[in-house]
C-alpha cells in the first residue's frame, strides 16, 4: 500500500513538472532570414546589397582578391521546470551559417546552413 501511495505521489509530480514547463531563449547575432539568403544572385548581387540585406557580418575574411562574409546566428532554449529548474542537458540549440565568397565587390558563391544540436 505503502509503495502503491509513493508511485502514485511521483507519478502526480511528474505530471506537474511536465505541465509547468516553460523554455528560456538567449540568442547572438541577427536572424538570417531564408527569403533573404533566396534573393542572393551569384555573378550579380553585390558587397551592397548583402551589407544592405543582412548588415554588418559576424566575421570577415580576406585572401587575396577574395573576401569571405560570415552571418552568425545562433539559438538556445533551455527548458526550465517550475520557474526555478533549468535543465541544461535537454537544450535545444540552432546554428544558422551564412557564408558569402566575394571577388572584388560581386558575389561569386555562397553557403547557407542551419544545424539543430540536441
Known amino acids: ?3 502503491s ?3 502514485l505521489l511521483a507519478l502526480t509530480f511528474a505530471m506537474y513538472l511536465s505541465g509547468c514547463t516553460t523554455f528560456e531563449t538567449s540568442v547572438t547575432g541577427t ?5 533573404n539568403v533566396k534573393t542572393i544572385s551569384p555573378g550579380t548581387t553585390t558587397r551592397a546589397d548583402i551589407l544592405t540585406i543582412f548588415g554588418e557580418p559576424t566575421e570577415i ?3 587575396g582578391d577574395t573576401e569571405k562574409m560570415v552571418y552568425t546566428y545562433e539559438e538556445k532554449k533551455v527548458p526550465v521546470y517550475m520557474e526555478m529548474i533549468k535543465n541544461e542537458a535537454r537544450a535545444q540549440k540552432t546554428v544558422t551559417n551564412l557564408e ?3 571577388r572584388g565587390d560581386i558575389v ?3 553557403k547557407f546552413e542551419s544545424t539543430i544540436e540536441e
Open 5 to 7: 501511495f509513493l508511485i
Open 100 to 102: 558569402i565568397i566575394l
Open 108 to 110: 561569386s558563391n555562397y
Open 31 to 35: 536572424k538570417i532570414e531564408t527569403d
Open 61 to 63: 575574411t580576406t585572401e
Open 1 to 3: 500500500m505503502k509503495r
